[in-house]
């Protein structure tokens, strides 16, 4: 028998897949396609035994040999958590067959159209994440040389793990082609005209790329194009092509596309999910969809905003549902709800058309567009939403968000019992941050344990910290919505009194598991776990950097990262972030402040930030990561006083390097991944800013580390 490992492609002998799929057992079979069927069997690996995916070439297919090896070929070089991994290959005489990771809740097609799953709205949002994190990956993210154009983007080659996290798979006609054919440079995307790969036209007819199909010329935005199509069908639940429905509903794109500019949305939303969509979430949904179906290329997004936008449809989405929760209603019910008149079917299609269309709304160079909106001061909202408040000046409400809420001083004093130290769980330079608890539908103060708990940041009496970033906290923070962003519920200003109020991290910040010689560090985490919790900032900072008015943090640091109850991160501290310049402009200049040990030597010779200063602090929290020691520290040696100027030239020799990492991590982590990701912080801690990766780059590299671990 041949032997199994989880990093390598496996060669089985044919005997092994007779005995895996009890000889080709069809009470086995799982799928079919156009390469064959598909068996669920079970290899084994010494004493344990592994449920897989069995794909056999079927002899009548018009796939052969060629679609074999090239995903032979494909999935053995790649590695990513929103890719199906590949285990091992059999090929025998006439016989072909594939062997993957077995994914127990099969392709989103079956989901969508056999089955009538019944998949919520959140759901389908983050599956479609997932999905377009694998592209996105493929695209540019796996390696210098060469990206990957999937050209079979559909809702049956995207599979469901248990989880129902998403995987691309199918690779049979997938090309290569270097990162200068896609139109890329090594600094990353670009929309310039590129040169693609010529080749003959294959795929799916309801995905293919008119422009790929007119020209034959085949680039990453034919594989945007497809993903835009699984978005509608996410939107519809209908096919890409169905001849069952009236002619001018064959093609779902085409048809989509028409009803919307019509205004027509009730023939668009699949109705198990009509109610369960805010109105920006649907409108900025559709609007990816629409930039993904552009007829120019050159026009479409890349994969790596349309995740950008995505994530922030989710986290908008996830902030307005539990606003909701209490009242046991949809959205959409709460609005009918308001209704004083009797409604039938197709009144309540002209109501949500009205509801929902048509568009308003500022939309952003990148195609992305602010989730959040602004209200003027003028403006008055009740419950939960903010109200005018000349306390903080009127420069406040040219940007305080929709979602805010002002609350009462009386009220976050009485839900601190006063601010006793029962309630302390943290200090910083801003002040004192309390835990207490809030009615989840009101937010007026309620008893430990009942309603939802939250952090209150009070400005100390000695700060000099307290006007001034409570507005960036709130004109910064207030408008953001994204998962690996803290969320900013409201804040109050009253007198001299300054405070914030956020969703409450169960873990704390991350500085608390990584200093090894503290005595209160909790932990250790895992090598895994540290590289999930880096790869969650960096997709917050990808956001920030993404969207039209950049947000330059600032104050990137271990203490400034946040962690729920399963690790998930969150970038918080936003009291020094700036709006940085429009995206094309380089800097913005102003007094230099942060943290000693994380301020971009650049910055601090220059008074100049950008986004590469972001890249310079968050270059440091890696090697703190790796070290599990804090950034200055006296009581080390001279020569080791600044963590940065003492580990940074170890990190490229591979036998010095064991020497600095932190000894919890054991030999539990993969070498060479160890020294990819530390050639990858001396990127980050480039003197020069031009020489440090994009965030979007930073992230790619990271998810690449990441999935070695497999």
Known sequence: MSSYTSSSCQLFDFLEIQLATENFNESLVVGRGGFGKVYAGTIFNGSNSITVAIKR???TS???????????????KLRHCNLVSLIGYCNHQKEMIL???????????DHLHE?????????RLKICIGAARGLQYLHTGTGIEFGVIHRDVKSSNILLHESWAAKISDFGLSKVAKISDFGLSKAGPTNQPSTGVSTAVKGTFGYLDPDYYATGM????????????VLLEMLCRKRAVDKSLDQDQWNLARWAQESIKAGNLRRIIDLDIGGQIYPKCLKEFVRIAERCLHNNPQKRSTMAEVVVSLESVLALQEKINSSFQASGKTIFGRIVDRLYFPYNGEQLGRIVDRLYFPYNGEHTAHGNSKVATDIKGNNRRTNNSIEPDNTLGPEYNMYASRSLKVFQFSDLRRATNYFSQDSLFGKGNFGEVFLAWVDKNTFTPSRRGDGIAVAIRRRCSSSNHGHDQLLAEVGILGPLAHPNIITLLGYSSHEH????????????SFDRFINRDAPDTIGPLTWQTRLNILIGVARGLTYLHSLKDQVIHRNVKSSSIFLDQDYNAKLGNFGLARSGPEIGKTHVTTRVAGTLGYIDPNSWDTGHFSVKSDIYGFGVVMLETLTGLPVIDGNRSHNQHNLV????????????????MDPHLGENYPEEG???YAKLALKCLAINPKNRPSSEKLLRNLEHIYALNK
Request: glycine share 6%; proline share 2%; net charge negative.
């Open 645 to 660: 100027e003492w580990a940074s030239p170890i990190l490229a020799d591979r036998k010095e390097l064991r020497e600095i």
């Open 674 to 676: 160890v020294f990819m």
């Open 99 to 109: 062997v993957y990771e077995y994914m127990p809740n099969g392709t989103l097609s």
């Open 115 to 123: 089955l009538g799953t019944s998949l919520s709205w959140l759901q």
């Open 57 to 59: 070439l079927d002899y």
């Open 218 to 229: 085949l680039t990453r935005k034919s594989d945007v194009y497809a993903f835009g199509v």
């Open 62 to 76: 018009h796939q052969g040999a060629t679609e074999f090896w090239a995903e032979v070929e494909m999935l053995t």
């Open 497 to 508: 009194e300054y405070l914030c109020v956020y969703e409450y991290m169960q873990n704390g």
